[in-house]
C-alpha cells in the first residue's frame, strides 16, 4: 500500500517524501487507519516493522487540523512512554522529520540529565510530548507539565516497560490522562502482563499482529557455532581477524560480560564500544554516535540498553549469549537484513544454551545451519559444561586411599 492511499496530508506526506518512503510496512498499513479511526490499538510487532511511523504519522494527522487552532500557549496532546532513553530519543526524532512542514511541535524527556532544560522547553508549550516513565512523573510532582489534554497516549515496547519494573508508573502516568482518550499499545512480545495491562486500560481495542518469523527467515543469513562457554572470547576474535568485515553489534547478557569482551577487543586492536545500564547517558550516547558514524565498527550491547535502537547499515549481528527468551532472538537478528538489504546472524552456543536454540528453532520453524569447521568446536552433542580445577583430586573430599588404608598401623 502506497502512503498516499493512506488518508494523510500533503505536509506530512511531502515528508515521508523526503525521507525516500514511498510505500507502507505491513504494521503501518493496518495500523495507521486504525488510529486516524480514533480506535485503541494492540500491535505486536518487533524491531525494524516501522511500528514508529505506524502511531507518529496518524498522531501527526489528528493533531493536524488543529495546529493553530487558539492563541493559547500549545497543550500537550499527544503522549508517548518509552522504556528507555536511547528509544525516547529516536521517536521525537521520527516525530520531528514527519513533521517538519507543520506548526506541531515535540520535545522529549528522560532522566540522567539535567532536568532545567527540559522544564524549559515544556513551559514554551508542545503538542508531542516523548518520555521515559521517571522523568515525566517528577515532571508532574514539580507541576512542570499538565496531562489534561492528552487525547492520545502510546505505549511503546510495553513489554520491556514491564520488564524493566514500570507497571506501577504505566498505571498512574495512564491515570493522570483523561478518561476519554485513545490508547495504543506496541510491544515486541506479548507475555501475559502484557495482556493483563491490556485488558485493563484499553476499550474494545483492535488487534495488529505482524509476526516475527516472516522477515528473520527471509533476509537475515543464520549461522550457529557449537563451542565451549570458556572459548568464546577466542572464537568470536578468530571470527573477528578471519572473514567478518562491516558493522557488526554484539548481544551479552550481563554488564559484566560486555565489559569484559570490550576490554579484549580494544586490547586486540578493535574499534569497539559498548551500551549498557551503568553507563551514563553522555556516554551512552556518544557510543552510540561513535558508532553510527564509522568512528568504530563494533558495538556491545545487552537487550536492555540495545532495544528499540535505529541503526541504518548493520551488517553483522552476534549473539554472544544466547537469549533465554525465544522472541529475544528474533528480535536481535531482526535488527540487521533490513529495508531490502540481507544481514548475517552468528550465535555462540554453549552446552548449556542448547534448550534455548531449540526453543528459538520452534519459534522460527527453521533449523539454523551449524558451522562445523572451526578451532573451538564442542561436541554438539555434549549437554553440560564440565569445569575442571586444575590439581584438583576427583574424589570426595577426606575419601583415604586403598593403600593407605592398608599400611596405616591400628592398636588392634
Known sequence: MQFTELQLNKPILRAIAEKNYTSATPIQAETIPLVLAKKDVIATAQTGTGKTAAFALPILQLLFNRQDSGKKAKKIRALIISPTRELAIQIEENFNNYSKFTSLRSTVVYGGTSIEPQKDVLNKGVDILVATPGRLLDLHKQDCLNLDYVETLVLDEADLMLDMGFIDDVRKIERLCPSEKQILLFSATMPNKVVQLANTILKDPETVNITPESTAAQTVSQLLFYVHKKDKMELCLHLLRTNLEGNILIFRRTKMGISKLEKMLKGNGFKADSIHGDKTQKDREAA???????DINILIATDVAA??????NLDIVINFDIPNVSEIYVHRIGRTGRAGNTGNAYSFCSADEKTYIKNIQALINTAI???????FLLDPKATREIHKTPGKSKHKPGRKSAASKKNKKRWY
Open 307 to 312: 532495544r528499540g535502537i535505529d541503526i541504518n
Open 288 to 294: 552510540l554516535n561513535k558508532f553510527k558514524d564509522g
Open 369 to 375: 545451519p551449524v558451522m562445523d569447521e572451526h578451532p
